[in-house]
């Protein structure tokens, strides 16, 4: 038994803490969020020299990471500095999938995401999916020697700033079936494809999906055709791991920033902090933080095991349950200079609560959980 | 006991809806509904439209113009308001500054300020917290200092709400320094145009400005603007707050807000059936409909005491800690019931572009629910209530 962190991912922790504490401050994080674009691609490509790609990477597929500790390591430091760039999207959805499913011609581009110099998009959910994972109405038909998409993706995180989309379609198979499921990548220029773009509430961009008729050559495919589910669950598995520790590390920051409050507002004569009402229920908050801590290591250490989608789901679900609590009572803790755009704890705030928007929020992780358990 | 509306109740009840149906403007309906903000022009239009009826001033006496209507006329008038998503009428000059101007002020002042708080001519803010007076309201600073026939006042106020269109504000500031902190404060009533007057706008974490810090540098005042006595300030700030609740649980906001909720939950599909068959979310709905019945029928229990004269003391505390609990939990149900549709930030996409991102109803939901947060703490905050409540009924 041993929960210290290995020498190098202590490492990059350490790395990853000091260049957000020192680049990443809250002026400079609005100024990013108001910004058309939505992130900095100067922060990205530093981000990218220091290895913070590569460590949600593998050595096979070139980088030296990829194991659940690793993302949970880099998703803890980006969630403290509240950070919009789309590591999530264009590394653990794009790039895992890639390098994963990638034949030997479409592998190239997970060097390019670890380098920084490509920005991916997964397009699956839509309008009517919600989190159901295999729900999917977007169809993949052959026409010739060609592959023709159509239907819409919602809420694609990054899709404007992306080179490549990925985008799910069925080849065969009903609506909610697992088997029958492809996935494409998608030029961002590709004929029939249109994006409308929008700012999210906690920072950057997605955007709607459309695909009109859009041909691929057969070579856009991922992976064998119908076969992409498992591939797909595993990944979307990683990217669970990486909004759990996301939303511990931010609450981490929201605990910090209450804590540094009750001590220094003073009212009735005394700093807030000492009036036992407000002490005990930041007692409570730490009490929940480390409960969240242990749910991401349960969730993050089985990510590659038997038992991944059940501690997944579990994790997910109390991470839900104590993000809203840590962010609510931050915020009451606070009172009104929470409630304020400058204010770091607000961003933060928003961050741990929409998490809880992105593959399942805590009462689907809820049901997951008790059919997994009854299987 | 008889928990039903009398014959004469129902009969006004009716003439009220009728009213909100012929004469509430539909756009103005769309963006309460759509959560986006109404404006000054907005929220003038509709008082106006109210002052027309003769029913914008249901508090007040009828020689000012008022309607006079009880305690459960009041409560009836605002739960169909709410029901119909009229907008909130802004309270400043109608509900808080007039009650004070009726019972302390002069009868210059009733006469000056009560016809132009009714047909629109000021808008009125309140110039109460300070950046190190929040819950601790009496430590505040913004000090008047008398020179002649003036007041020459110092300071900051902070959280100003829509002091960006107020036309006068009224202040708790300091007139004597050298007393118990109470005793030193007096009420004063400032035109927001006095040179030495600025407004500087906060944003909200939902990107949304609604309040302000309003700064005075040697601001001059008549002495002929202040209320009452001199020092005399926070008895008529106590009279005051007690005026600032009414309505204060909230039932019709409450009860509009879990429609809502449901007609989203029934639009929502999840796992191939509608959200609302969900049994989880079903579940959730419930008990926060259970609490909320519960708390409907509290709430008319205090106003049919208030009706027969008994002001509510203690029980306005717990209506706030109550009603603001549960409008709270119908704003996280909202949130889950966008799904991913609550990510995008609406009032952004907005501008030019006035297609919804997904459901109509959605948009709105997550900014709401991170904007109405501040009910739990504006007001005198929930744990300030807590405080009152224990004090009063522990009789420490």
Same mark, same amino acid.
């Given at each position: 038994?041993?929960?210290?962190?290995?020498?190098?991912?202590?490492?990059?922790?350490?790395?990853?803490? &000091?260049?957000?504490?020192? &680049?990443?401050?809250?002026?400079?994080?609005?100024?990013?969020?108001?910004?058309?674009?939505g992130f900095s691609a100067e922060i990205w490509n530093e981000l990218a020299q220091l290895g913070v790609i590569g460590a949600l990477f593998n050595e096979e597929q070139g980088g030296f990471g990829g194991a659940g500790f690793d993302l949970a390591t880099v998703f803890e430091e980006l969630g403290r500095a509240g950070v919009v760039e789309p590591f999530l999207d264009t590394a653990i959805l794009g790039g895992g999938l890639i390098a994963a499913l990638?034949?030997?011609?479409q592998k190239p581009l997970v060097e390019q995401v670890i380098a920084g110099d490509l920005q991916l998009a997964l397009g699956h959910g839509e309008p009517a999916s919600r989190y159901d994972l295999s729900r999917l109405e977007t169809t993949a038909r052959a026409d010739g020697g060609d592959i023709v998409l159509n239907? &819409?993706?919602?809420?694609?995180v990054n899709a404007e700033a992306a080179g490549q989309l990925i985008v799910s379609a069925r080849e065969a198979g009903e609506v909610a079936d697992e088997t029958g499921i492809s996935l494409f990548l998608v030029p961002s220029d590709a004929a029939g494809l249109g994006l409308r773009g929008y700012p999210m509430l906690a920072g950057g961009r997605a955007a709607e999906v459309t695909l009109d008729e859009v041909r691929l050559p057969e070579t856009a495919r991922l992976g064998g055709a119908g076969a992409a589910y498992p591939v797909l669950a595993a990944r979307v598995a990683a990217a669970n791991v990486a909004l759990a520790a996301e939303a511990l590390g931010a609450m981490e920051t929201a605990t910090?920033?209450?804590?540094?409050?009750?001590?220094?507002?003073k009212q009735f004569g005394r700093p807030i902090g000492t009036f036992q009402a407000l002490a005990h229920r930041f007692s409570d908050l730490l009490i929940e933080l480390e409960q969240a801590r242990s749910a991401v290591i349960n969730a993050a250490g089985h990510l590659d095991g038997p038992n991944r989608d059940l501690q997944i789901a579990s994790a997910r679900n109390l991470i839900g349950r104590v993000g809203r609590l840590v962010a609510e009572e931050a915020i009451q803790m606070h009172g009104g200079i929470a409630m304020t755009q400058e204010y770091e704890l607000a961003h933060i705030a928003k961050r741990i609560v929409m998490t809880d928007h992105r593959f399942g929020d805590t009462d689907?992780?809820?049901?997951?959980f008790i059919a997994l358990s009854a299987a | 006991m008889d928990l039903s509306y009398s014959p004469e109740e129902i009969?006004?009840?009716?003439?009220v809806r009728a009213f909100l149906a012929e004469k509430l403007p539909r756009e103005?309906?769309?963006?309460?509904?759509?959560?986006?903000?109404?404006?000054?022009?907005?929220?003038?239009r509709w008082h106006a439209i109210l002052n027309e009826q003769g029913w914008l001033a249901p508090n007040w006496p009828r020689e000012y113009g008022g309607c006079e209507w009880n305690a459960v006329q009041r409560h009836i008038f605002e739960e169909e308001c709410a029901f119909a998503n009229a907008p909130r009428i802004v309270p400043f000059g109608l509900s808080m500054l007039a009650p004070v101007l009726m019972k302390f002020g002069s009868k210059e002042q009733c006469d000056h300020y009560l016809p132009r708080i009714l047909d629109g001519t000021d808008w009125w803010c309140q110039g109460y917290s300070e950046p190190g007076a929040g819950s601790d309201l009496a430590s505040l600073k913004t000090r008047a200092v008398r020179e002649g026939d003036h007041y020459i006042v110092n300071g900051q106020k902070t959280w100003t709400t829509l002091g960006q269109y107020a036309d006068w504000i009224f202040c708790l500031v300091r007139t004597d320094p050298d007393v118990k902190q109470q005793e030193g404060i007096s009420f004063l009533l400032i035109d927001m145009n006095t040179p030495g007057v600025e407004v500087r706008p906060i944003i909200l974490l939902d990107g949304t400005h609604e309040v302000n810090e309003v700064w005075f540098t040697d601001v001059k005042v008549p002495v002929e603007n202040l209320v009452g006595e001199e020092n005399k300030g926070w008895t008529y700030a106590k009279y005051l707050l007690t005026h600032e609740r009414t309505n204060i649980a909230g039932v019709g906001f409450s009860q509009a807000g879990l429609d809502t909720v449901k007609r989203m939950a029934r639009a929502e599909m999840s796992g191939g059936r509608p959200l609302i068959e969900n049994p989880h979310f079903a579940a959730r709905i419930a008990q926060v409909e259970i609490d909320l019945m519960a708390m409907a029928t509290t709430n008319l229990r205090i106003i049919s005491k208030a009706a027969v004269g008994q002001a509510p003391g203690v029980e306005a505390s717990m209506l706030k800690v109550k009603g603001t609990i549960i409008r709270q939990e119908i704003n996280d149900l909202a949130r889950r019931a966008a799904g991913p549709y609550a990510m995008p930030f609406a009032s952004e996409t907005a501008e030019g572009d006035n297609d919804p991102i997904g459901p109509d109803y959605a948009g709105p939901v997550?900014?709401?629910?991170?904007?109405?947060?501040?009910?739990?703490?504006?007001?005198?905050?929930?744990?300030?209530?807590?405080?009152?409540?224990a004090k009063v009924k522990m009789g420490g």
């Open positions: 038994m041993n929960f210290e962190l290995t020498e190098e991912r202590q490492m990059l922790q350490d790395t990853l803490r &000091r260049f957000l504490a020192d &680049r990443y401050t809250t002026e400079t994080r609005n100024r990013i969020i108001e910004s058309d674009a990638g034949n030997e011609d239907g &819409r993706k919602a809420v694609v910090e920033l209450t804590r540094e409050y009750l001590m220094t507002r689907y992780h809820l049901e997951r | 009969a006004f009840r009716d003439e103005v309906v769309d963006k309460i509904r759509m959560g986006q903000e109404l404006g000054k022009e907005g929220q003038e997550a900014a709401q629910y991170f904007n109405y947060r501040k009910l739990s703490i504006f007001g005198g905050s929930n744990e300030i209530q807590r405080g009152i409540i």
